[in-house]
């Protein structure tokens, strides 16, 4: 079962529209909550993943982040900064308070290792 979309109207994960197959999540970082849709037969599996989770505050308002191209601009910009795929940062919250970014950065599936390669992603933070 995917999660929503991101909605860049809302700020946060798209609202369950109930009309995707067996089911559908979102979980909303600036409230934390994780909401399911389930149709009848469907499992919930949770798993925990291997990702850096971060947050990012930036002295903009939310106007201005927008206007800047948003959460697109933003991913390219620390995937840049990171030297790595676009692809593996998943934005999961923008809110309010100058403007807020909570991100995970997933790791590389194909590499040997995706967890040490991961915790090498890490260490650019320190």
Known sequence: ?????????????????????????RFVGVVNFLEFYLTTGCEIRVEPLDQIKSSV???????EFYAEGGTTTFTDRVAAALGIPAYRIKTVSVYEGSVIVDFFILPDEEAEDPVAELASVGETFI
């Open 1 to 25: 079962m995917k999660e929503t979309d991101w909605d860049p109207s809302i700020g946060s994960a798209g609202a369950l529209t109930k009309t995707k197959g067996c089911g559908e999540n």
């Open 57 to 63: 505050r930036l002295s903009w308002t939310l106007d």
